[in-house]
C-alpha cells in the first residue's frame, strides 16, 4: 500500500516561495506518477500539475505555468512542489497524489495535505 | 478549457437513492474518475473509470457515463454517506486533468 507523507503546514508573506515535500514510503517514487492537488478553504479540488503520461514530462496546469516546479529525488523517494510569487490567494492545502497501479489513471493514494497560508 | 459542472448540493432522506450528475461536453468518451472527500480528510476513490468500484467500497455505489452526464448513484443513502463528491476527467490537450466543482450530499 503506497503511503505519502507531507511536510508541515507553512507560512509565508506575499510574494515569498514555498517548498513542500511529499515522502513515498511501501513503494518506489520511480514507479508512480505522481500530481499535486489544491484545495482553497471552503473550495473545491484543483489540480496543480503532475505526471503526463502522453510525453512522459511534468505537466503544469496553465494557470500555475511559470510559477510551480514540481521535482522528484528517487534515491530519498520524496517528491517536491515549489510555488513562487506566493499571493493570497495561493492560500490552500496543497496535496501530493500518486495515481493507482491499475493503469485506470486514477487518482488512488494521497499524502495528508499540506496547509499553506499567505499572509502579510 | 474543458468544464465538469456539478450541482452544488444533493438532498435526501436515509435509505432513499442519491444521484450526483457530473456534466461536460461529451463526456460519455471520457474515463471519469469519483472521489468522496469528508471534512478535514483527504478525497477517496469511490468510483473508477466510470463504472469500477475500489475495494472497500460498497455495492450500494455505482457509476455511469454516457452523452454529456456521467452519474454517480448511491443507493440506501446512510448518514455515513454524507460528504462532497467530485468527478473527474482527463480532458487532455492543455486541460490535462480536470475536477468538477464539487457536490455537497446531504443525508436528511
Known amino acids: 500500500q503506497v503511503q505519502l507523507v507531507q511536510s508541515g503546514a507553512e507560512v509565508k508573506k506575499p510574494g515569498a516561495s514555498v517548498k513542500v515535500s511529499c515522502r513515498v514510503s511501501e513503494y518506489s517514487l520511480s514507479q508512480l506518477s505522481m500530481h499535486w492537488v489544491r484545495q482553497a478553504p471552503g473550495k473545491g479540488l484543483e489540480w496543480v500539475g503532475g505526471y503526463d503520461l502522453e510525453s512522459g514530462n511534468t505537466v503544469y496546469a496553465q494557470k500555475f505555468q511559470g510559477r510551480v516546479t514540481m521535482t522528484e529525488d528517487t534515491p530519498t523517494d520524496t517528491a517536491h512542489m515549489e510555488v513562487s510569487s506566493l499571493r493570497p490567494e495561493d492560500t490552500a492545502v496543497y496535496y501530493c497524489v500518486a495515481e493507482g497501479t491499475r493503469g485506470t489513471r486514477e487518482f488512488d493514494y494521497w499524502g495528508q495535505g499540506t496547509l499553506v497560508t499567505v499572509s502579510s | 478549457s474543458y468544464v465538469l459542472t456539478q450541482p452544488p448540493s444533493v438532498s435526501v432522506a436515509p435509505g432513499k437513492t442519491a444521484r450526483i450528475t457530473c456534466g461536460g461536453n461529451?463526456?460519455?468518451?471520457?474515463?471519469v474518475h469519483w472521489y468522496r472527500q469528508k471534512p478535514g480528510q483527504a478525497p477517496v476513490v469511490v468510483i473508477f473509470y466510470d463504472t469500477d468500484r475500489p475495494s472497500g467500497i460498497p455495492e450500494r455505489l455505482s457509476g455511469s457515463n454516457s452523452g454529456n452526464t456521467a452519474t454517480l448513484t448511491i443507493n440506501s443513502v446512510e448518514a455515513g454517506d454524507e460528504a462532497d463528491y467530485y468527478c473527474?476527467?482527463?480532458?487532455?490537450?492543455?486541460?490535462?486533468?480536470?475536477f468538477g466543482g464539487g457536490t455537497k450530499l446531504t443525508v436528511l
Open positions: 461529451n463526456i460519455g468518451s471520457k474515463s
Open positions: 473527474q476527467v482527463w480532458a487532455g490537450g492543455s486541460d490535462h486533468w480536470v
